[in-house]
């Protein structure tokens, strides 16, 4: 069965395992909402759990609600150089960062112009870098309730928490902090590298 997701910013690795295992349809015509993935990760550094987020530019009150494939990316301040910078920093160190580095420094180079078409962009990448494959249907309009598809959308949802602990892997900072669950997938690449495929793959994804 098909499942439903929102394309996110280098997604969580329960988005991830979903994307990996499942035929993935975007979900195209939804509004924009604060506080969720589509415009922030979280990671780990030397200071434990870490979000980053991608400023965006906010519509006026009166032009009410706008399509999230509709937001543009506000390049008025240097997000992406900041961004990067704080990838190196964190996982310099870890096995596979110069390995994928190559791979994923473009995006932060790039002159994509929408949120939406930059973090399918994200998943791309990561897919390309895993050797993954994979074809993306759209919606083609909002529906609350989906038929003869699965709905993944709550995953997009930053405050609500997957209840499901993950299998530990090595983290940079684990003897720091533990293992922090269900990070961006680039802490799982960085990390694990071309094992990410099979951490993905036999993941439960009892939660949709």
């Known amino acids: 069965m098909s499942v439903v997701l929102h394309p996110t910013y280098f997604p969580s690795i329960a988005t991830f395992a979903v994307i990996a295992q499942k035929e993935i349809i975007w979900e195209v015509f939804d509004n924009f909402q604060k506080q969720t993935y589509r415009n922030r990760c ?34 008025s301040t240097p997000w992406q150089k900041q961004h990067w910078r704080t990838l190196e920093t964190a996982y310099r160190t870890s096995p596979y960062f110069e390995f994928y580095e190559d791979d994923i420094k473009p995006l932060y180079e790039n ?50 928490d997957i209840e499901i602990q993950y299998q530990e892997y090595e983290q940079v900072f684990g003897d720091r902090h533990g293992f922090i669950n269900n990070l961006s997938i680039l802490d799982l690449l960085f990390n694990e590298g071309p094992n990410t495929v099979d951490y993905l793959m036999n993941q439960s994804l009892k939660f949709l």
Do not use: W
Not at 49 to 75: A, F, W
């Open 111 to 160: 002159t994509e112009e929408h949120l939406f078409n930059f973090n399918v962009k994200t998943v791309e990448t990561i897919l390309d870098c895993l050797g993954i494959q994979k074809e993306f249907g759209t919606t083609l309009k909002y529906n609350a309730q989906l038929e003869h598809m699965a709905d993944g959308r709550f995953l997009v949802e930053a405050k609500k």
């Open 42 to 75: 979280y990671i780990c550094t030397d200071q434990g759990r870490h979000m980053m987020n991608i400023p965006i530019k906010h519509v006026g009150v009166n032009e009410g609600r706008q399509l999230y494939s509709d937001v543009v990316l506000d390049k």
